[in-house]
Nanobody, 126 residues
């Protein structure tokens, strides 16, 4: 099973974009969803995460106040609303799922995430 992110595109700095990721039926019921990104020439990095059960969220500092992660239980979809986009936000954005772990209950470590898909490209131009 791969999670497919969608909604990417070419936008100008300052614009907004909303990414979506449909969550398939999973073998585990307690998990959190994460958005990651890989900018050109850089390592993949954590962007945001949300606990499916209670919608608690976490963000990387560089997107706080600009990006909002949310989920729809009825649509089984996680979203990433991106506002005030900057050139540095240009990247391929991926969604993935992390099963609950008592050792790291709300981890942002990408090695704990599963079901990576192809990602969706977001290009921010000046």
């Amino acid at each position: 099973v791969q999670l497919q992110a969608s909604g990417g595109g070419l936008v100008q700095a300052g614009d907004s974009l909303r990414l979506s990721c449909a969550v398939p039926e999973l073998a585990f019921s307690n998990y959190h969803m994460g958005w990651f990104r890989r900018a050109p020439g850089k390592e993949r990095e954590f962007v945001a995460a949300i606990k499916w059960r209670d919608a608690s969220t976490r963000y990387v500092d560089s997107v706080k106040g600009r990006f909002t992660i949310s989920r729809s239980v009825t649509k089984d979809t996680v979203y990433l609303q991106m506002n005030s986009l900057k050139l540095d936000d240009t990247a391929i954005y991926y969604c993935a799922v992390a099963p609950f772990s008592r050792a790291a209950p709300f981890t942002t470590d990408e090695t704990q995430f599963k079901h990576w898909g192809q990602g969706t490209l977001v290009t921010v131009s000046s």
